[in-house]
């Protein structure tokens, strides 16, 4: 099982970017990367998803370093309604026994 | 838009009740999966499921059962609940690839107290 580990908790100031990190050191091969965020009395959403090197999209961008044992989501001037726990997650194949951490709650600040 | 659906979203239940949570997904999903989270522990896997009538324990599955009879429902059920049950539980579902490629949708949660 490809565990993750991730800093509990964060402040940012609103308009900042933020880079939130995760851990993987023992993701496998053909493993995927996929990042979540979660409101309050919700369930998570999917943010962004990435293999290796840099993947873009409207929300979030995700950085890979070549050996695949860390990952960074950032996300661009944040505002208020950024306030959520974040969740990276690696694949676990062949069944997918996709399981999350504790997430990184991230606070944005006026 | 996909749609996972979890029968209620607040239940009370008494000590030792038998006790049911309905999922229900409209993609054809493959996969379903149960959570439950508390606070500072994060989402943890109860059990999962990759077709009808197959299911796989996650890291937490004692006090838990599941049954996946048709493919667009997943049911999570406490044989005799207590109180350390209580919690909000999570269901999801997704078509991922072998690698977890793909996206997990999850429902709006069930939050569950047991007195």
């Known amino acids: ?5 991730q800093p509990i908790s964060m402040d940012s100031y609103e308009g900042q970017e933020v880079n939130i990190t995760c851990s993987h ?30 993947v873009t999209n409207e929300v979030a961008s995700l950085f890979i370093p070549a050996d695949r044992k860390s990952s960074t989501l950032s996300l661009p001037r944040v505002s208020l309604s950024d306030t959520a726990v974040y969740y990276c997650l690696v694949g676990d194949p062949p069944r997918n026994r996709l399981a999350f951490g504790k997430g990184n709650q991230v606070v944005v600040i006026p | 838009d996909v749609k996972v659906t979890q029968s209620s979203r607040y239940l009370v239940k008494r000590t030792g009740e038998k006790v049911f949570l309905e999922c229900v997904q409209d993609m054809d999903h493959e996969n379903m999966f149960w959570y439950r989270q508390d606070p500072g522990l994060g989402l943890r896997l109860i059990y999962f499921s ?8 996650g890291d937490i599955p004692e006090g838990y059962s599941v049954s996946r009879e048709k493919k667009e429902r997943f049911s999570l059920i406490l044989e005799s609940a207590s109180t350390n049950q209580t919690s909000m539980y999570l269901c999801a579902s997704s078509s991922l690839g072998l690698a977890g490629q793909g996206e997990l949708f999850f429902g709006e949660g069930s939050r569950l107290t047991v007195l």
């Open chain 1, 1 to 5: 099982l490809a565990k993750t580990t």
């Open chain 1, 25 to 54: 050191n023992n993701i496998a091969t053909n493993d995927y990367i996929t990042w979540y965020q979660q409101f309050p009395s919700q369930g998570p959403r999917f943010i962004i998803q990435g293999y290796k090197t840099k």
């Open chain 2, 50 to 57: 990759y077709d009808v009538k197959m299911k796989e324990k």
